[in-house]
């Protein structure tokens, strides 16, 4: 059914339309008057088409000012297509044995194991009374009289529902998913088939599609490029399949069949508020008990990618322990099948943290393993072990600590520098008591003035620089007077030319509010800056809980320098409870800048994040800058000494260290967030350009190539970096899923930028097992929250009937509205033009002039 109107586009210019209508008047006025002129020429019916012929041109003149536009209207229908994505990773392998009376009863009846409309009811009491920790009433009262009929009777349905208990502890839940979808009694794929078209998916790191004689199967054949042991509830929500005659159908909703478990390192909620306001929900499917199953595993490991040659790194272990209160568990450290440390401990809640120190006294990359006994009744086997490397290096981390006077901040982060072995620390103190009984201060008083010679290139001698040798520069509250702006030269050019990392300390006198230098205004990743004093005088609390907390951003978790526990939830909650902060330099962020940690009110009100940040980072050329907001990070160490204050520090100059050392030159610098991985994991490949190159090069390209080890001359796999719209300084993007062994990147770029050497990294992708098998409780809180950000809603395997209500109508009609502009059409001046060219033609005919 269509519709058609006419519109005219010039209504809405109102003046325009009064100066086009007087044109015309004024035209037809003058037409008049030619033609009473003319009828004494020319005979009657000559002038009367003469003059007809000009008022046509004229409305036809004044129609295509008007601009009329010719519109319909249409309905058509789309069909669109259901996702229904099973969750096949390790996790879903999982049986839950130690599921509770009432959840197996509830998965029972959704599988139609058990249960009909004359015993729903009595279900229900069942159910009632497992709700209440209770025996059910096995019998109803009104069922029988007789004792001993009544007792076998309870007896028997006791028995037969344990049959049914045990026969649900044999199915995983994988297998429960299938049946859920493919059960006879209840056919809810087909069921959903007749609404429109589905599309089937497997998903687990990664998602493909598949075919519904697959489900019939056991699917212990999953294609590999699944990834089981993973599991990444983005992709799932990502994946859209489909056959290519029903490429266009849109999708629907999608159903998701998954215990809820998700370590890709993404957000699935982000993914499903998108989907939301498309109005795509999403209707997840809970599988799997919310009870931590009896289980002995290896959660999760807590080391340092890279230590230096030497060092003590250290091992911090979690041992889930769930189930096994009281019992004896031996934890076993080993490195090529030779035993290096064994731990015995005895299970004390639901985990166990270990740590153990590592050797590393030999170059290169150590390979260990970390397993436990597997004792009797655990659910699963196959989460005991755990294997990682750590790659030992030769090397120090070269830091410069410049201060002006001993300040309390000072006096711990130089103690905790200079215990750290594996730190060579120069420090520069301006003000320091001096009696001149010793030949010198007992700190440095000045910057060192060595400076290379004018006609010298940059950065061909490290060392003729007096920031040359260094990695990190921590600059405090050091005064104008000893900090002029050839010093804020060098550092800039160690920071942007040397791939330095430079940190700005907050202070109380000088710095940066007392400085009035344009390099260092340059180089803040601040501005419009004042100072924000928590007064705690009308605060009667003790010291741990007063002042401004800290908060890391999303960004800043992922930093290696703020991890002090492997488990995000656990080193959120570490700094949750660090000591706050009295005072801090608040200011706007610039461009180009990522918030890293931001201030909690002492009134737990979070401040602005983009506003309030208190540790903010910023690429500066081939180096980055820090800036810290805080004086105070001393505080830290409140009855727990250097345990969180000596970390911190110490992992930022291994931190800045390494970048540093990342491959590339002056132009660029390549690297990766992690150089060991596990199989399915994922880690960023980011290229840091100048800007110099960048204004000269806008449209520059980078592209990475990977091979490995064993076949350097062979491209195995290639991707582009994509340039980021908030830092346009940075080209980054996710390495595609690789196999386990050992890879080498290379940043492909212009000639100029390469100059005759490659620029290259080592990855390591290592065998995973136990990441996915870490937790084996089903997540329904996610799963929550992905349904409600969606617009969707949270299902269990008994409520899952509920779908075909739920779902929207799959076919979908829609009016769309098409229009042809008639003011500019070619047939418009066609006419236009030969009206006047015969009224032309018709007075050369006539003698007319």
């Known amino acids: 059914m269509s519709e058609r109107h006419f519109q005219f586009n010039g209504f809405e210019l109102s003046g325009w339309t009064i100066v ?139 028995s037969n529902l344990q049959s049914i208990f045990e026969e649900l502890d044999q199915l995983s839940r994988k297998e429960i998913a299938q049946k859920l979808l493919l059960n006879p009694a209840n056919p809810i794929l087909e069921k959903l088939q007749e609404r429109g078209q589905v ?16 489900l019939n199967k056991t699917l212990t054949d999953v294609p590999d490029q699944v990834h089981m042991e993973l599991s990444n509830l983005s992709q799932a929500l990502k994946s859209a399949p489909s056959n290519s005659d029903t490429s266009a159908a849109p999708i629907s909703s ?75 568990v031996r934890v076993i450290l080993k490195q090529n099948d030779r035993e290096l440390d064994v731990r015995n401990f005895t299970a004390r809640g639901k985990s166990k943290i270990l740590e153990f120190e590592l050797k590393a006294d030999k170059l290169g990359r150590q390979e260990f393993t970390l397993q436990t006994d597997i004792l009797p009744g655990e659910t699963r086997d196959d989460n005991n072990e755990k294997n ?41 103190l301006f003000e320091q008591p001096y009696l001149g009984l010793l030949p010198k201060p007992f700190f440095p008083n000045q910057l060192s003035t060595k400076f290379p010679p004018e006609n010298e290139p940059p950065n061909q001698d490290k060392s003729s620089n007096p920031f040359g040798e260094k990695d990190l520069i921590i600059i405090g509250d050091v005064s104008p007077n000893h900090l002029k702006e050839e010093n804020w030269d060098h550092i800039k050019k160690f ?113 602005d994040e983009s506003k309030d940040g208190v540790i903010i980072h910023r690429h500066y050329g081939a180096g980055q800058v820090i800036w810290i907001g805080i004086d105070s990070t001393w505080r830290w160490r409140f009855r727990v000494g250097d345990r969180y204050h000596h970390r911190f520090w110490g992992q930022l100059a291994r931190w800045a260290a390494r970048n540093k050392a990342a491959a590339g030159n002056e132009f660029v610098k390549f690297s990766l967030s992690k150089t060991d991985i596990y199989a399915g994991e994922i880690s960023t490949a980011t290229a840091r350009w100048t800007q110099a190159y960048l204004d000269q090069f806008p449209d520059v390209k980078s592209t ?81 929250e992905i349904a409600e950000s969606s617009g969707g809603q949270l299902l269990t395997p008994q409520t899952m009937d509920q779908l075909l209500e739920l779902l929207p109508s799959l076919s979908q009609e829609t009016t769309n509205q098409d229009e042809i502009s008639l003011w500019d059409h070619w047939f418009i001046l066609v006419l236009i033009m030969g009206i006047l060219t015969v009224e032309w033609a018709i007075r050369k005919l006539n003698g007319l002039p």
């Not at 197996?104 to 959704?110: C, M, S």
């Open 495 to 607: 920071v942007a030319e040397q791939g330095g990392t430079l940190v700005l300390l907050a202070g109380k006198k000088y710095l940066p509010l007392a400085h009035r230098s344009e390099i260092l205004e340059e180089l803040l990743p601040i501005d419009k800056m004042k100072i924000v004093n928590w007064n705690q005088a009308n605060f009667k609390v003790p010291p741990a809980e007063r002042g401004m907390r800290l908060r890391l951003t999303p960004e800043g978790e992922k930093e290696s320098l703020f991890q002090f526990d492997v488990t995000p939830e656990f080193n959120r909650e570490i700094w949750d409870q660090l000591p706050g902060h009295l005072w801090f330099i608040q200011g706007d962020q610039k461009p180009g800048t990522t918030v890293l940690a931001y201030g909690v009110s002492p009134f737990n009100a979070p401040l």
């Open 254 to 328: 999608y159903i998701l069949l998954t215990d809820g478990r998700d370590n890709s390192q993404l957000d699935p909620v982000s993914t499903a508020e998108q989907l939301g306001q498309i109005q795509i929900p999403v209707y997840p499917v809970v599988l799997g008990s919310a009870y931590q199953p009896k289980d002995i595993s290896v959660s999760a490991l807590d080391f340092p990618q890279t230590a230096f040659k030497d060092d003590r790194p250290l091992l911090k272990a979690r041992i889930g322990t769930n189930g096994y209160e009281g019992k004896d």
């Open 20 to 158: 086009g209508v007087c044109a015309v008047i004024l035209a037809i006025v003058t037409i008049v008057l030619l033609f009473r002129y003319e009828r004494r020429l020319v005979t009657h019916s000559v002038g009367n088409t003469l003059i007809a012929l000009r008022i046509i041109a004229l409305v036809l003149i004044l129609f295509t000012f008007l601009e009329p536009v010719l519109t319909w209207s249409f309905n058509t229908e789309k069909t669109g297509r259901l996702v229904v994505a099973l969750d096949v990773s390790d996790s879903m392998n999982t049986q839950d044995r130690h599921a509770t009376d009432l959840e197996k009863l509830r998965l029972a009846r959704a599988l139609k194991m058990i249960g009909n409309k004359n015993v729903d009811s009595r279900l229900d009491r069942w159910e009632a009374a497992y709700a209440a920790n209770k025996e059910p009433e096995w019998v109803d009262e009104n069922e029988t009289a007789n004792p001993e009929k009544k007792a076998q009777l309870a007896s028997s349905r006791k």
């Open 388 to 428: 990682f490397a750590i790659n030992i290096v030769d090397d120090k981390s070269h830091v410069l600590l410049v201060d002006e006077t001993a300040r309390w901040e000072f006096r711990f982060l130089h103690n905790a520098l200079q215990r750290d072995k594996r730190i060579d620390l120069e420090q520069v």
């Open 704 to 784: 990475v190539a990977i091979y490995k080890t064993t076949d350097p001359e062979k491209v195995i796999n290639s991707f582009e970096l994509i340039r980021q719209k908030n830092q346009p300084l940075i080209h980054e993007a996710n390495i595609p899923s690789l196999p386990a062994g050992e890879y080498e990147l290379k940043l492909i770029t212009s000639t100029e930028v390469a100059q005759g050497k490659e620029i290259t990294t080592p990855l390591f992708v290592h065998e995973i097992k136990t990441i996915e098998l870490g937790n084996l409780t089903s997540n329904p809180q996610l799963l929550t």
């Open 199 to 214: 599309d089937l998916v497997l998903f687990a790191g990664d998602a493909i599609s598949t075919e519904r004689e697959v």
